[in-house]
């Protein structure tokens, strides 16, 4: 555990605040916020990896190859994360 603040600096904007009405209900599980959740993360890394492609392509026009390599990674990286969510999914049903 630590005890300092994170500040992200982002060229765009996404609403980190979630209000899916849950916390307010006690008849609903873990499970059940978990399968709103999911999609949500989903929908979430999308985002972000259609950011990073446009970077990686700045990257490659600026022919920073080392950059875009890192890019590259990050986006295989979050859709591999994203094929793990997909799956885990499934299963919540």
Same mark, same amino acid.
């Given at each position: 555990m630590h005890d300092h603040e994170h500040n992200h600096s982002h060229n765009h /904007? =996404?609403? =980190? /605040?979630h209000n899916h009405d849950l916390d307010n209900k006690k008849d609903n599980s873990d499970i059940d916020k978990l399968k709103i959740l999911v999609p949500h993360w989903i929908k979430h890394n999308n985002e972000h990896i259609k950011d990073h492609e446009k970077w990686l392509k700045i990257a490659k026009e600026s022919e920073k190859k080392e950059i875009a390599g890192e890019l590259k990674e990050v986006i295989h990286l979050l859709k591999t994360v994203n094929t793990h969510?997909? /799956?885990a999914g499934k299963k919540l049903g």
């Open positions: /904007s =996404h609403d =980190h /605040s969510l997909e /799956s």
